[in-house]
């Protein structure tokens, strides 16, 4: 069983340490994606989109609506472009 422990930091602190574990995981993201199945790909699907950003379905879906991607169909397919959505991610590095 593991123990809790409280420790005390100030806000500024907590905001430094989420922003450095934000950045270090983006940058893991980005790492995976180099070497990702979906390289050679540039469209590729909604469910690959989610493990890319390792979210849920409905979360891309939301992202969608808010404008934060964009999504392209294709017949009745749902495609992401892949540059696109390695841009967000940097922009997103970028303003954390």
Do not use: C
Request: proline share 1%; net charge positive; glycine share 4%.
């Amino acid at each position: 069983m593991s123990k809790i422990q409280f420790i005390q930091v100030s806000p500024t602190e907590l905001a430094t340490i989420i922003n450095e574990q934000l950045i270090a995981n983006i940058e893991t993201i980005i790492k995976d994606l180099n070497n990702n199945k979906t390289e050679g790909k540039e469209f590729i699907s909604r469910k690959e989109t989610a493990e890319f950003f390792g979210v849920s379905l409905v979360s891309i879906h939301d992202w969608v609506n808010k404008g934060i991607i964009k999504k392209y169909k294709i017949g009745n397919k749902t495609l992401f472009k892949r540059s696109e959505l390695v841009d967000v991610l940097l922009s997103s590095n970028k303003s954390a």
